[in-house]
């Protein structure tokens, strides 16, 4: 058996693997015996520069921890200094916020459905993917001026009110993307051989997605209606009328579906926030970026990613820059913990099947 | 929550709960007990360890280290806390409470240097060939092991500069 | 094509060639990356000018260095850099690599690619966009064109200088080196 | 989005048919938008290069302090030309650092800085990617009329003209652009008695407004003193007053008296001040001093070794009370000579009550006489000591008597009227005037401001609940007039009535010799084409203001007649008619060092300080070279 | 006249390849939405590959490379296209079952020196694969054969003249139909591209390939394309003796085969190996069972 054991390096310079990220295989045959993920290619030690640079100078920096969803790393930090320094955030920011939230999530689900189409050596869906999320970028520079680090949800609420005629742009993007979605059906989800690629791959018990620290479409993928907009609404999703979309399986097939039907759900939530979105202001001034100290104290905050429970504790020892910061992200137990065990007794060709399924984001789990 | 932190005092001596907020509770352990806290926790809904954070006060000499765990069901999230010694800082694992503590506590051991006893496997995670103190210490000076690193090394001009004289 | 194009091909059909057929070798550095998949797919469509991402350094002639690099990483370039085939270009994203940029005190990254494998253009940005990629392309087109893009010569050249930055950095290396190396010049 | 064709797949496994719809899009027009041929404009508000509007930029630093990443540093520029508030330096910016965030932007005071639209810079060298931002308005080489301009040669040094991005915006920026509210007395309530105008701030208004400071240091060298002022308000902030008040003793050993009523050269350079409400910094320094009472016990000053050495100064004001802290903060001895029965000069006779109590001077100077001061009051020099004799007993002299002597205008009958500082004196230290129901006077400054809301509170006082009116004549129009805003707006507030632009010609005098009114005409021009002084009128608009009392106050000036004549023309003055002294504060006389009112043209307490400060330095390394 | 053949018949089939792999691009591109590389673009890549500086692996790396090339030419002239048929005589079909393993010999020789582990994976997959489409193509040629009771392809083209296409004659319209199916697996295009499959394991044999080695392969794979099509054409179209008309069957039959490469993710080994012997085998067995019964 030794003799016909390989050890194959899967990444960091792979055309299967997005992100920078590298995974070690013992194989035998296409079988994988073991696999042991090696990250820190990204790691740039994020927590430690926090504690370097003070509470506005931060705001600019953790974006940076996930470079496809920069909302929600954004958004934690927001709230923990928020709930450290006691700021309440005008209504209409909380809006805001849900609306750049969810366009987030549907762009880092576009992202994931390129990311995973392209895997499967489907270029069609993935380069449509990746080809409609652009138009998303384009709303995103409107709103905040750029297209990846949108540097938006500051503490005190957001940076900037939407720009003139937002709301209609955005509204005709959710049209064209639910009119898209029947060719991603017809095409994608409803294609043969996406169920035979996925169905069955990379299958994860309920009770052991718990038991391993998985959140997100992974619990979600086995059915577990676990999502913190419900569980504990943060911005404005208290007054948002949505769905926890579940599917039983447990399998990459699963977690896709749970995607793509949270896609229709956050289109819907879109068209809630343009809705009810009140008027007001958007903003809270904080302190003075030089001045500002934050008594002394901690918390933890959580936000639903588009993979999962995105978490931030932050620890102020009542000086101008945070005294400890530790990011709790989905991707480091589904990429550390639960990518090797699913590993285990898979195809190879199913590595970047099941790591992207499981939705890893190599710079989240870096740092 | 009040319940719950009555239970915990009840049944574990030097152990208190304090509320931080909405749907979060502190409790702060001392050394022996954490781990009894946490498998008593475990059993009573907490099922999900969420991660393991680790605050170094350097001041007082001593690690903190944070458990986050919390339900599936309630929105109940919890911190356990203890404090442990600074100086060759060491502490039984987690793992057969949580099966996925040890990655956490890997983390912490590369970052910080904590010794974690019972856990197999405390290789380095993120980083290559790293000879300083662990880099996540509040003695660890950045700034300046970043000078020394990396602005020693000459730029190309500094090279042909350097070849032509 | 029109004639002046014809007439560059069948005079230098060597670097027409390259200029039309960069062959980007997929490799995400950093988070840069994040604007290289939107260039190559339906909406930019790099591929309009020949560029493809490839699955191997060996196959490649263009390697897109998409922002930070990380001591670990830089292996990882260095690595894929020495298995490219020649003549090959390298084009640094982003602020990161140029001066370190939003990581200038990281104690991981490093702060000047150059040091260590030679660059041939770089791209502001934080991060670069697509537009700027293309353009970014047709300024190494230019630079072809004019016998400028010599990052590959530079590193073959001097490679006792890249190689003594690389060893000092990483210590010792676990590759022996691409080149001979001359003796006494060992230590940068 | 909510139906069911949408929402729900069709199949559980999937259908191996379906997928080849997608061929129909081999027959439909590609979505790709063929870039470089087909442009896309970035959106309004895209985060690109830097610019930068050079006239506005005042070089405060704040966004090389911001800046996440040290991109951003401050470069001299030879070119401009430096002065107070607006240093020569502006922001160079380096692309290989720079995360694009607009942090800086949000952070600038002027608002001068703002991204463009730009982004492409592409080049081999890394050193191309530091650029100095400037503004295509005055950097014509680098910006491009919008029809030359390519994007394939984009870079930061050919880029299109005005083509703005991200710009601050007062609503979202870092720095809160509204100062704390002052309390204050309303105006019905404070002109019935002299009671103090401006409550102050207390302990959260103070760290509120304290932490609007942005650390740019900008008002420092404004201050004629260059008092530590970040460091003093960071102090406040961080609700130390003690600390606070030891940086504000440094420079200023009068701040009760100058958190009240200092002419702030200071607040006119904030750079907060520039689109929004400048710092209250004289209000904090005010605070500072209130909530810090017992200078001694919270300074705890340490004296150095005596010297011996003995200086006299000459007047108690400002000047002559920073002189003597300072050189007491040396070691040296001095005894202070004022003819007023107490410390303060000007502050103790001009200020009125309600706006600088004599309490507040009063904790000034017993601070600096518990430091070993030595006071002479209600000495006359010239009088009751002579100058000679100051000369030969000590080692130095300073004069530091300001202006003692109100100027009159000298018209017909200006023997009838008061003088300003007469009545203010009387006013201050005396039992106070008797006044009339209607007052009339006479300039356009702060001192006449002072005169008539002090006057206008006697009426109060003397004739409650009667009409009373008094008027004060300029020949100066509103927008010159040399009066602060504030004060202008509080006396109109209190009722005084204006008469800008007339310029008195007689006092009419009734046939028992009583006042009767005052006769002007109107203003044509105060200035010369040379800006100087030379007023001229259109003669045949006259008006009489009716009143039956005239208080003059035109202006002061100093009293020289101490000096004995043969010194009096050793001594040079200025063009200007002030004092000519050294850079060490002396005067042409040897060992007689000078300032104050009598060398500066502000005119103001903060100057003084400044002068003192200069000649306190001079007499020392003077004291110390002797040796 | 049959000398000049030997020359203009690879000339021409590496013409229409190279055509049809800068038109598979575009059309692929069309269906992503997106305009994609010009038609020369496969040519500019030749040029490039050509002039860049190669490493080489050893002698046997250099040898697998050309034995591949050379056996694909080698088959290009037991291929009747347009009138020409070089070696019409040899043997035929038959020969043409046989020389088609030497391709992936061929690469299976040089990969094994490239010491790369993705290599040696690539090239089980590519055997496990040929095993798969081995099976039903040797079917599809049987029936071919026996129904035209000939091992010459030149004679099969000639019985289906003026318009007898097997293709819609009834007992081959299955192993037509399998044929199909099997040209993507041939082709090594999706859904059968696990051999090369660059998101698996960083494009498999080709891996070490750089510089003129990736451009010998390259010009391999454009005359496999040829050669796949080809055959089609002659067994089941009628193949032609006229060039352009021969060139516009090929074209049809090729852009048919990319619609299901556009449409399709990639199959696991099993899966393919399993889908390949159970649909198109079943049918060309179902063919040889029919033409063997009448």
Known sequence: MAERELELIFGPQHLGMVGNLSISLNVEGDTILSARVNPGYLHRGFE??????????????????????????????????????????????????????????LSCHLTAAWAYTSILGFDTPAQWAMGDRDYLLDLFEELTGARVYHIYNMPGGVRRDLPEGFEDKLLAFLDAVAGRLPDYNSTFFENRLFFERASGIGKISAQDAVALGGTGQVLRGCGIKHDIRKLEPYAAYGDMDFEIPTREGGDAFSRVLVIRDEMVQSVSILKQCIEKMPSGKVYEKTPNPFKWKIPKGETYVRVESARGEFGLYLVSNGGNRPYRAHFKTPSFVHGLVILEKLLQGANIADVGNIMLSLYVIAPEIDR | MDKLVGLLKGIFKDTDGESLGKNRLRVTAPRGSVLAVLDYLKASGFYQLKSISCVDWMDENEFELVYHVASMESPLHLMVKTRIARDNATFPTAIPIFKNAGIFEREIHELFGVEFEGNPDLAPLFLENWKEIPPFRKDFNMREYVKETYDSIPSFEEYQWQKEN | MDRNNLIKWLKEPKKMGNKYSLWAVYFSTACGVIEVPPVLTSRWDAERFGIIPVATPRQANLFLITGYVTTKTLKAIIRTYEQMAEPKYTIGFGSCPINGGMYWDSYNTIKHLDKYIPVDGWIAGCMPRPEAI??????????????????????RENYDYYRGNQEKLFGSMEWPPLYTLKEGTNDG | MTNNKTTTLKEAKGSILTPFKAIKYLFQKPHTLRYPFEAKEPSLRYRGFHLNDWEKCTGCGNCADICPNQAITMVKI????????????????????????????????????????????????TNSFKYIARDEKTEAQSFVPADTYSVLNASLAHRKADYEGFVSDLNHCLFETERVHMPEVEAGERKLSFMEQVIGYNREEARKEAERCLECKLCEEACPAHMKISDYIDAIYEDKPDESMRKILEDNPLPSICGRICTRHCEKVCSVGIRGEALAIRWLKRYAADAVRDYKKAVEQAMPEPTGKKVAVIGAGPAGLSLAYFLRLRGHNITVYDALPAGGGTMLIGPPLYRLPREAIERDVSYIESLGVEFRFNTKVGEDVMFEDLLNEYDAVFIGIGTSKSRSTGIKNSDKCVLALDFLRQNKLGKGTKVSRRIIVIGGGNVAMDVARVALRQQNIQYPGEETEIKTVSLEDWDIMPASDDEIQEAKEEGVQFNPAWGPEEVVLDDEGNIKGLLCKKVKSVFDENGRFAPTFYEDQKMLLEGDMVIEAIGQAPDFSFIPEGLFKELKFTPRRKVDVDENGMTSIPKVFAGGDIVNTNLDAITAIADAKRAAQGIDNFLRKED | MKLAEFIISPILAFIIGIFLMGLSRRIMARIHRRYGPPLMQPVIDLVKLFSQRTVSHGPIFDIGVILSLAGTIALILFIPFGGMCPLEASGGLLVILYIMLFAPLGLALSGGEGANPNISIGISRKFILSLGYEVPFILIVLAVMTYYHTISAVDVVKAQSSFHWALFSLPLFLPGLAYIL?????????????????????????????????????????????????????????????????????????IIGLLINAVFPRFRTEQAVKFLWKWPSVMALAGLVIVLAI
């Open chain 3, 134 to 155: 293309f353009i970014g392309v047709t300024k190494l087109w230019g630079m072809i064109d004019k016998g400028l893009a010599t990052g590959y010569i530079r590193y």
């Open chain 1, 48 to 105: 430690k520069l926090m504690e370097y640079r003070n509470w506005i100078q931060n705001f600019p920096l953790v974006c940076r921890i996930n470079m496809i969803e920069s909302e929600p790393v954004e958004m934690v930090y927001a709230m923990a200094v928020e709930s450290l320094a006691g700021i309440e955030v005008p209504e209409r920011a909380h809006y805001i916020r849900t609306m750049i939230q969810e366009m987030s999530r």
């Open chain 4, 78 to 125: 030879e070119e401009i030309e430096a002065k107070p508030g607006r240093r020569n330096e502006r922001p160079e910016i380096d692309y290989g650092r720079c995360c694009f965030c607009g942090l800086c932007v949000d952070i600038c005071p002027p608002g001068s800085l703002r991204l463009s639209r730009d982004y492409i810079h592409i080049d081999h060298a």
């Open chain 5, 182 to 254: 099997i040209i993507p697996a041939m082709l090594g295009i999706r859904p059968f591209d696990l051999a090369s499959a660059p998101q698996e394991i960083s494009s498999g044999p080709m891996a070490e390939y750089g510089g003129k080695y990736l451009a010998l392969a390259e010009i391999e794979h454009a005359f496999s394309i040829f050669i796949t099509i080809a055959l089609f054409v002659d067994m089941f179209l009628g193949g032609s003796g006229n060039v352009v008309y021969f060139f516009l069957k090929v074209l049809v039959v090729f």
